[in-house]
């Protein structure tokens, strides 16, 4: 059976991207996207609380490159990508595990940083699209 590794989120940047040079001259950048799931009130009349959660993304290449140009702190970002899991042993020798988005596809969803910058809106690395193609919104077929 196939298995699939696919993330898509939409959240706010917490802090600049942070830009790494590797040994063989690759551009890397790292950055936290903050989503929020909306608290709710029941039928008893109880809440539930909004949960935040802090996601860590990882750019390689171009995307890096448009990274340290473009997104800042607070920017809205649509990403895509695959889940990968790291691990390190700390100062203790202490194994430790993250989890992180390698992004594929990064969109600044942000119409005043888009404004400001004269980047292009959408970012994304060259994949190949497997019979799928995005609908036109101005589709006279859509029913909306």
Request: aromatic share 8%.
């Amino acid at each position: 059976m196939a298995s699939v590794n696919q993330v898509t989120i939409i959240g706010y940047v917490g802090e600049d991207p942070k830009i790494i040079t590797t040994s063989n001259g690759k551009t890397m950048a790292t950055l936290t996207v903050a989503t929020t799931e909306r608290g709710y009130t029941k039928k008893d009349g109880s809440t539930s609380e909004d949960r935040t959660e802090w996601h860590n993304i990882v750019l390689f290449g171009k995307l890096a490159e448009i990274a340290r140009d473009y997104i800042r702190k607070g920017a809205a970002l649509y990403i895509q990508g695959k889940m990968r899991t790291r691990s390190y042993d700390d100062k203790d020798g202490i194994k430790r595990y993250v989890t992180e988005i390698h992004a594929d596809t990064v969109q600044m969803l942000d119409r005043k940083s888009v404004a400001t910058s004269q980047a292009p809106q959408q970012y994304a690395e060259q994949q190949p699209q497997y019979g799928y193609q995005q609908p036109s919104m101005n589709d006279p077929d859509l029913p909306f």
